[in-house]
């Protein structure tokens, strides 16, 4: 039936990759706005983004799509969907929803065998599980502090060597 991955020419698997990570961005774009993240939409020029520090690249949309672009292309997109969950997650007002939204963070992002399964220790997976039989706006707060540590530590010194990253820096204001 089908065939594995390896029998494609590399020319398609790169062209897959690049779609992929474009589609991504997209749809970035639009949970961002779904969401209501608060955000900055200043413009900020070249010599403005060569200064940005991890978490001010998070709080601005064009910082955090580039971002999100360049995780998607490393297919690592789940940390920064992880993360932006947890944020929406800490900001729900209504108790009567954690729970509810607790339990689709946990089994897209946490448990063993998740669809978009976040890279965490067994004692951070335990003590978040724990946490979810009283869901706080808290509860994810360990397993987010991972997640943002592996992104900063990892993925960022990377980001900021990438392509994706010169063409933030270079791209014109306005």
Same mark, same amino acid.
């Given at each position: 039936?089908?065939?594995s991955l390896e029998h494609l020419p590399v020319t398609c698997l790169e062209r897959a990759k690049e779609l992929k990570a474009r589609f991504g961005s997209f749809l970035l774009k639009q949970e961002l706005s779904?969401?209501?993240? =608060? @955000?900055?939409? +200043? +413009?900020? !020029?070249? &010599?403005?983004? @060569? +200064?940005? =520090?991890?978490? &001010?690249?998070?709080?601005? +949309? &064009?910082?955090?799509c580039a971002f999100t672009t360049f995780l998607a292309s490393e297919y690592s997109e789940e940390n920064i969907a992880f993360y932006l969950a947890c944020e929406e997650y800490r900001n729900t007002k209504s108790s009567s929803k954690l729970c509810a939204k607790a339990r689709k963070i946990y089994e897209e992002f946490i448990a063993s065998d998740a669809p978009r &399964?976040?890279?965490?220790?067994?004692? !951070?997976?335990?003590? !978040?599980l724990k946490n979810m039989e009283q869901p706080t706006p808290s509860c994810f707060n360990l397993a987010q502090s991972k997640i943002n540590t592996l992104m900063e530590k990892d993925c960022y010194p990377r980001f900021l060597k990438s392509a994706v990253y010169q063409e933030l820096i270079t791209q014109h204001v306005g």
């Open positions: 039936m089908c065939r779904i969401m209501g993240h =608060s @955000q900055k939409n +200043k +413009k900020r !020029t070249p &010599e403005d983004r @060569q +200064k940005w =520090s991890f978490h &001010e690249l998070l709080a601005h +949309k &064009e910082g955090l &399964e976040v890279n965490l220790d067994n004692e !951070t997976r335990n003590i !978040t």
